[in-house]
Every structure is written in structure tokens, then in C-alpha cells.
Nanobody, 137 residues
Framework: QVQLVESGGGSVQAGGSLRLSCAAA????????MGWFRQAPGKEREGVAA???????SYAASVKGRFTIAKDHDKNTLYLQMNNLQPEDTAIYHC???????????????????????????????WGQGTQVTVSS
């Protein structure tokens, strides 16, 4: 069993920055694929970024160049550095993990890493409870 606990959310003005953390307990996540998702009120969940155990990253087009995903194996923690935040980034942000490389997930060759994580995390992975990010104009 793995528990994922997000923190670091808050309220900022447009152009500001936040760093989200996702602390894992129960297992070492060094060999796990992980990612960040967000869901705004009335909208579908959106994959934001993903990272494989070897450090390979991928991002949604809407955040590329502004967000950076990283993993600290010593601290067993996943991060999302968010810069130049915009009102459309307002959402609840969740981290997710699966006990494998994202590239090794079924059908992963036909999906982005974030899509592959979203498709399989409910089957054998874990979600965090979420942290609210609010960006005002």
C-alpha cells in the first residue's frame, strides 16, 4: 500500500509560482512511474506532467515551458514546479503513481506517458487526495 500526500497548493496572482509536493509513504517510489493531474470545476481531469524512474519527462502542451516535474528519490517525493501561473491553471492538482515504468504500461506506445498513467492508475496504482491551486488575474 502506498499513500500519496500532496501539499504546496495555494492562491497566487497571475504570473506567480508555486511548487507542489507529493510525499509517498509505504513504499519507495524510485522505480515507479508518476505524474500530476488537475481537475477544474465542471471540467474533465487533465494530465499535466509525467516522469519515469529514469527521469524521462513529458508535459501537456498547455503547461510545457512553464511547469517542471521532478522526483527526489532520497526524500521519496514528487514535485511540480509551476511558474508563470495563469487563471486557467486553477484546479485541484492530484499526483498519481504506478509500480512500473510508464513506457511499460499496456498500450503505452499508442499514448503519451500521461495518458498511459491515467489509463492504468485506477487498476493498480495510487492517487493522492489533491491540493487546490487558485490563480487570480
Amino acid at each position: 500500500q502506498v499513500q500519496l500526500v500532496e501539499s504546496g497548493g495555494g492562491s497566487v496572482q497571475a504570473g506567480g509560482s508555486l511548487r507542489l509536493s507529493c510525499a509517498a509513504a509505504g513504499r519507495r517510489i524510485g522505480s515507479w512511474g508518476m505524474g500530476w493531474f488537475r481537475q477544474a470545476p465542471g471540467k474533465e481531469r487533465e494530465g499535466v506532467a509525467a516522469i519515469d524512474p529514469d527521469g524521462t519527462t513529458s508535459y501537456a502542451a498547455s503547461v510545457k515551458g512553464r511547469f517542471t516535474i521532478a522526483k527526489d528519490h532520497d526524500k521519496n517525493t514528487l514535485y511540480l514546479q509551476m511558474n508563470n501561473l495563469q487563471p486557467e491553471d486553477t484546479a485541484i492538482y492530484h499526483c498519481a503513481s504506478v509500480p512500473t515504468y510508464l513506457r511499460d504500461l499496456p498500450d503505452s506506445k499508442n499514448m503519451t506517458p500521461v495518458q498511459a498513467l491515467a489509463a492504468h492508475v485506477n487498476g493498480f496504482g495510487y492517487w493522492g487526495q489533491g491540493t487546490q491551486v487558485t490563480v487570480s488575474s
